[in-house]
């Protein structure tokens, strides 16, 4: 709990920042449009500022909720239409039973303590019928089965709480990110696929998702072309997307 709301102030949002966020905006809407609803309300975890939220409230006309642990966050996501709350994820989130028609959790699961706790928090709130798309990244994708044979730390995973480049060898000179995300849980396909079906939900479809990474001009290329191949198999895909749904 500590830990969590201490990384949470790392994430203090301006609403006059001059980073562009659309391209990467663009390509979630691409993941995520086929799967949402048209009606009803949708729920984001860990919402923001409420760019993305923003966007699915354009494209859907759907009631679209948010909750963060980020103050800033969340006052931005106000003004932007998206009826947001402060709220810790390792706690009871602040909904009555079989509230929402749909929940998302882009890139949040693996910042959470109590995961279990959590799924059966969004079971609880999620309607009969109701579905969740998660995306989160892969433990066992492509480049950490190589990272982890040659020695080096495994992307995502992080050994401490300064920086993520403990154990990163040789990769500390191509990392410009470098403090840690706050990581906390890891999973991979099974291991998702798992934690969702022993809270109740069934699986509707996993799929992969490749993700960019700004690398010299010598290494883009290739790393690119082979993150989209491999992003074909979810099991070794950069992040893994998956759809599942509370029976009705």
Not at 171 to 189: E, P, S, T, V
Request: aromatic residues 12%.
């Amino acid at each position: 709990m500590k830990f969590s709301k201490s990384y949470a102030k790392l994430y203090l949002y301006h609403e006059d920042s001059d980073i562009d966020y659309s391209a990467s905006l663009n390509y979630r809407m691409q993941i995520i449009a086929p799967y949402l609803v048209s009606k009803g309300k949708i729920l984001e975890l860990g919402c923001g500022e409420g760019l993305l939220s923003q966007r699915i409230r354009k494209k859907t006309h759907a009631d679209v909720f948010g909750i963060d642990i980020s103050t800033s966050g969340v006052t931005l996501a106000k003004k932007r239409g998206i009826k947001a709350t402060v709220a810790d994820l390792n706690s009871i989130l602040p909904f009555p039973d079989t509230y929402f028609d749909m929940i998302l959790s882009d890139q949040v699961l693996e910042h959470v303590y109590n995961t279990d706790f959590l799924l059966s928090e969004i079971f609880r709130i999620l309607k009969p019928g109701g579905s969740v798309i998660a995306i989160t990244p892969n433990l066992s994708f492509w480049l950490n089965r190589i990272l982890f044979i040659i020695g080096v730390y495994p992307v995502f995973l992080e050994a401490g709480e300064r920086s993520k480049l403990y154990g990163t060898r040789f990769l500390k000179n191509y990392i410009q990110d470098k403090g840690a995300m706050g990581h906390i849980h890891i999973f991979n396909r099974h291991a998702l696929e798992d934690i969702f079906r022993a809270h109740g939900f069934s699986i509707t479809r996993v799929f992969g998702s490749p993700l960019s990474w700004n690398l010299p001009k010598f290494l883009q290329i290739p790393y690119n072309m082979a993150d989209r191949f491999f992003s074909l198999f979810p099991s070794l895909a950069r992040d893994i997307v998956i759809i599942a749904m509370k029976h009705k």
